[in-house]
C-alpha cells in the first residue's frame, strides 16, 4: 500500500481508478516521483468498497505501464496475416495507411463494410468508447452490438425488478444469509467479496451455487452443484418449497408484486422432486437452502454472470429474480437481490459522449459475440471489409475461435488495432496503434458492481508514442475529412458535458476533487422494502408483461439449455463444458504478464475421476477436447472439482500458452438466447480423449 495524502516532498499521489471489466471499480492512488515516473499504485482506503487495497491483478499495474511488452510505436505490417511481420512507422505513416485502408473499404463496399469491435478493456467514459463512437457513426460504419458480457441476465433481471439499484454492496455486511449464484467473488470481485466476508464474520451461512468448486465454493459452508444450466429449475424448486413450507412473504407480495397468484399456480407443475431432476441437486437441499433462505433475515441473494451464459438465461435470471421476494427479503436492510445495478451503472447517459445523431442513415448491426460468422460468411452483404479493435482480444475471447481466427486470418480484411500489448489480435492487425494505460489518460470510471462513479486523473505522460483512444480516433477523423466539431472537443470537454447535469448527483468538481462520488437516486438503504421498483406499475414482476410482449410466457418456467439438455447430442459429446474466469488474469488482460503468468503457468481442463476412468484419463496428462465446432489440447486435471458429466477449461490464456493455439473457446458456440441475443459460452457439449505420445 502507498502513503495516503501529499507524498514526501518529491513524490505526489494521483488519484486514479482501475479502468478494467470488473465489478470492483477501485479508486486507485499512483505515486509519481519528481521526475515524472510512477513509482507506486495501491487501493484508495478512503473510498469504502475499495478500502485500501488492489487486488493482485492490478497490484502490479506499473509491470503493465514499464512492461517490456508494451507497445510504444505504431506498427505496420510487413509479412502474412498472423505472423507478427511488422515494421515500425510514424504516427503520420500509419494513420495514412488506416485512413487509405478504410476509404479503400468505403469505396468497394460502402460504409457498412467497417465493423467496430470494441469491448470493455477499459470501461472508461472517455477511452471505452466516446470519440471512437462518433468516428463511426460519422462514417456509417456497421453497428457493434456489444452482448459479450452480462446481457442474458440483465435482460431477465430487468424484466422482473426493472432498472434497479438492487442491494447496494456497502449493504451486503448486514446480511445474515448470502446464496452467491453462479458467481466466483473471491476471484473475480475481490472487494465485493470483502464484504460478504464481513457479513460471514458477523455470522452469515455462505451458500454457493455453482457446478464447479470454485475458490469461493471451497471456502463457502455449503456448496450446492447443479448441472450447467438448470438453475432456472432450482429456483422454481426453491420456490415451490416455500409454497410447500408455509414461508412465503404473502402480504409483502401481496402488496409489493404483479402476478404471485399466477406464479403460485404455476408452481403446481414444478413439484420439487422434478425440478431435482432437471437441475440434479437433491430434492432435500433445495427444500433446506430455500427455507433457510426465507428464515434467515437479511437474506441476500447475489446473482454472478457465470450461470447466465445458457439458451434459456436470461428466463432462469428472471425467475431467480423473484424468489427473493417470495422470501420477503427486501424487506430487510442487507436482503434482496443483486446481479447487476442497473440505475447506477446506467445513470450517466453516454449519448453526448457518443452522439448516435451523428449516423448519416440507419445502419446494419452485427452482434459481436458472431464476429467469426461476420467475418467468414461468404453471403454477408456488404462482407466486412475492415476491422477497428480497440478494448477487446477478439481471438480470444469471442466464441467460436477456430472461425474467429480464419476471419482474421483473411487477407482482404483490413484490420486495425489499437493495444497496450501485441495481443493475439492485434498479432492479425495490418496497422496496430500504441495506447496509453489507465496512468497515461484522462477517464471517469462508472461501476457494474457498486454505487460510485471514480476519477482518474492522468498520472504520468504517455508512454513511448502512446496515445489515449480518444485521441487516436481524433486523428483518424481528421485525416477521413469529418469535420464536425464535435471531433475537435478535447477530453475535459467531453467529461464536462456528459456530467453537465450532474446525473445521479455526480458532478464534475467534487469527483474530480475527491476521486469518487457515490450515485444518489433515492435508493437508500433497503431500495424495495415498500416496493418502488423501477418498472411500469412500480411493483416486482412476478407475472412479467416486457416478456409477454416479446412472445416469451410472462410467468416463471424451465426454459432448458440447449446442448447440456440435449440428449442426442450427449450420444456423441457427453461432456458439458464450461469455460470461467481465471484467478489471476482479467479475461485475456495480463496473461502476457510475468507475476500473474507465473501464477497461472498453464491452463488445465478439469475431469470428474468417473469421467476421466471410462476414457484412460490421467491426472496430468494431454488431452484433445473436442466437438463439431473445434478442438484443443491441454492437460487434464482429474479431481472432483468438477461434478461428472461437467468438464472446465478456464479462458484467458494466450495462444502461446496452448499446445497448438486454440483454448476452450475453440469449441464455444455462436449461438445467441432468443432475449437479448446473448452468448451461450457454457452451454457447449464436447468429447474429450487422450492424446497418443508422439
Ligand atoms: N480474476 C478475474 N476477475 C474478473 C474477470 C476475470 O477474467 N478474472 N473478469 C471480469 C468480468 S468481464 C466479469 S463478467 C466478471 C465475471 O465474474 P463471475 O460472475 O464470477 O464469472 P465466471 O467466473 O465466468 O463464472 C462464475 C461461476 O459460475 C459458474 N457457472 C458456470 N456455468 C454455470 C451455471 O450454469 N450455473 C451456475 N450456477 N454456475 C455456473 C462457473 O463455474 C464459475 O465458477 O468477473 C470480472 N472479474
Ligand atoms: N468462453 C468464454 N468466453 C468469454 C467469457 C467466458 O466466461 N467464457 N467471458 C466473456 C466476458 S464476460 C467478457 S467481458 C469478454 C471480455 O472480452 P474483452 O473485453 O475482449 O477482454 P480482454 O480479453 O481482457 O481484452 C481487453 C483488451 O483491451 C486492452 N485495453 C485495456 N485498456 C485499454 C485502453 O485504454 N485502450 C486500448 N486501446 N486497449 C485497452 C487490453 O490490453 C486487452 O487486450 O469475454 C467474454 N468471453
Ligand atoms: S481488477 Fe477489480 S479488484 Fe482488481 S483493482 Fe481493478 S477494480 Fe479492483
Ligand atoms: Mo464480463
Not at 412473504?249 to 406464479?263: V, Y
Request: glycine share 8%.
Amino acid at each position: 500500500m502507498i502513503p495516503v495524502g501529499p507524498g514526501p516532498d518529491s513524490t505526489r499521489v494521483v488519484k486514479a481508478a482501475c479502468p478494467h471489466d470488473c465489478p470492483d471499480t477501485c479508486a486507485m492512488l499512483v505515486t509519481v516521483d519528481a521526475e515524472g515516473r510512477a513509482v507506486g499504485v495501491g487501493g484508495n482506503p478512503d473510498q469504502p468498497v475499495t478500502a485500501g487495497f488492489l487486488c493482485g491483478k492490478v497490484s502490479n499495474y506499473l509491470d503493465r505501464v514499464y512492461g517490456e511488452d508494451r507497445l510504444l510505436r505504431p506498427l505496420v505490417r510487413t509479412g502474412a496475416k498472423g505472423r507478427q511481420a511488422f515494421r515500425e512507422a510514424s504516427w503520420d505513416e500509419a494513420l495514412d495507411v488506416v485512413a487509405g485502408g478504410l476509404r479503400a473499404a468505403i469505396d468497394r463496399h460502402g460504409a457498412e463494410s467497417i465493423l467496430p469491435y470494441s469491448y470493455m478493456g477499459t470501461m472508461g467514459l472517455l477511452q471505452s468508447n466516446s470519440m471512437s463512437a462518433r468516428v463511426m457513426h460519422a462514417l456509417g460504419a456497421s453497428k457493434l452490438v456489444r452482448t459479450v458480457c452480462a446481457s442474458a441476465g440483465v435482460a431477465g433481471t430487468a424484466a422482473t425488478q426493472g432498472q434497479s439499484p438492487e442491494v447496494d454492496p456497502e449493504r451486503f455486511p448486514n446480511s445474515r444469509y448470502v446464496l452467491c449464484w453462479g458467481w466466483n467473488p473471491l476471484s473475480t470481485a475481490p472487494h465485493l467479496w470483502r464484504l460478504i466476508l464481513q457479513a460471514r464474520r458477523e455470522g452469515a451461512k455462505l451458500v454457493v451455487i455453482d457446478p464447479f468448486r470454485s475458490r469461493t465454493a471451497r471456502l463457502a459452508d455449503e456448496h450446492v452443484r447443479p448441472l450447467p444450466g438448470t438453475d432456472g429449475a432450482l429456483a422454481l424448486g426453491m420456490m415451490r418449497a416455500l409454497l410447500d413450507g408455509e414461508l412465503v412473504d404473502e402480504a409483502w407480495c401481496r402488496a409489493h408484486t404483479t402476478g404471485f397468484d399466477e406464479l403460485c399456480d404455476r408452481l403446481d407443475d414444478y413439484p420439487v422432486a422434478r425440478c431435482a431432476q432437471l437441475c440434479g441437486v437433491d430434492a432435500a437441499t433445495i427444500t433446506r437452502i430455500a427455507g433457510e433462505f426465507a428464515t434467515t433475515q437479511p437474506s441476500l441473494l447475489r446473482l454472478g454472470v457465470g450461470a447466465q451464459r445458457h439458451l434459456g438465461a436470461p428466463v432462469a435470471y428472471r425467475t431467480i429474480a423473484c424468489l427473493p421476494a417470495l422470501a420477503g427479503s427486501w424487506r430487510h436492510d442487507g436482503g434482496g437481490f443483486s446481479y447487476v445495478p442497473l440505475a447506477t451503472t446506467t445513470a450517466i447517459d453516454r449519448t453526448a459522449l457518443q452522439r448516435p445523431d451523428l449516423l448519416p442513415r440507419e445502419v446494419r448491426s452485427i452482434n459481436m459475440s458472431q464476429l467469426g460468422d461476420a467475418l467468414t460468411d461468404p453471403d454477408l452483404d456488404p462482407p466486412v471489409a475492415a476491422l477497428v479493435c480497440w478494448g477487446a482480444n477478439p481471438a480470444r475471447i469471442a466464441p467460436d475461435q477456430t472461425k474467429v481466427l480464419a476471419g482474421l486470418g483473411r487477407e482482404d480484411l483490413f484490420t486495425v488495432a489499437i493495444e497496450q500489448v501485441m495481443t493475439d489480435t492485434a498479432a492479425h492487425a495490418d496497422v496496430v496503434l500504441p495506447a496509453t494505460t489507465q496512468l497515461e489518460h484522462l477517464d471517469a470510471v462508472p461501476s457494474w458492481g457498486h454505487h460510485y462513479v471514480t476519477w482518474n486523473e492522468p498520472a504520468i505522460a504517455p508512454c513511448g508514442q502512446a496515445k489515449p483512444n480518444t485521441e487516436i480516433f481524433r486523428l483518424i477523423a481528421a485525416r477521413l475529412g469529418l469535420d464536425d466539431p464535435c471531433f475537435a472537443e478535447t477530453d475535459e470537454q467531453m467529461l464536462a458535458a456528459a456530467l453537465a447535469d450532474e446525473p445521479g448527483g455526480v458532478g464534475l468538481p467534487e469527483l474530480r476533487d475527491r476521486g469518487f462520488v457515490k450515485i444518489d437516486l433515492g435508493q437508500g438503504a433497503a431500495p424495495h422494502a415498500e416496493g418502488h421498483f423501477p418498472t411500469d406499475d412500480g411493483k416486482l414482476a412476478l407475472h412479467a408483461p416486457a416478456l409477454a410482449r416479446r412472445g416469451i410466457d410472462p410467468v416463471p418456467f424451465y426454459d432448458p439449455p440447449a446442448e447440456v439438455a440435449d440428449a442426442q447430442l450427449a450420444t456423441r459429446f457427453p461432456l458439458a463444458l464450461v469455460t470461467p474466469k481465471t484467478h489471476m488474469f482479467l479475461n485475456s488482460t495480463f496473461a502476457d504478464q510475468h507475476r500473474q503468468h507465473r501464477a497461472h503457468p498453464e491452463p488445465f481442463v478439469v475431469i470428474h475421476p468417473e469421467d476421466a476412468r471410462p476414457r484412460g484419463i490421467g491426472d496430468g496428462q494431454q488431452v484433445r477436447v473436442f466437438n463439431d465446432r473445434g478442438s484443443f489440447v491441454m492437460t487434464a486435471r482429474v479431481c472432483d472439482d468438477t461434478r461428472p458429466g461437467v468438464a472446465t477449461a478456464p479462458m484467458g490464456w494466450w495462444s502461446r500458452d496452448h499446445a497448438d493455439g486454440l483454448g476452450g473457446q475453440a469449441t464455444t458456440s455462436q449461438r445467441l438466447t432468443t432475449l437479448a441475443a446473448a452468448p451461450i459460452f457454457n452451454d457447449n457439449r464436447v468429447e474429450i480423449a487422450t492424446v497418443p505420445a508422439g
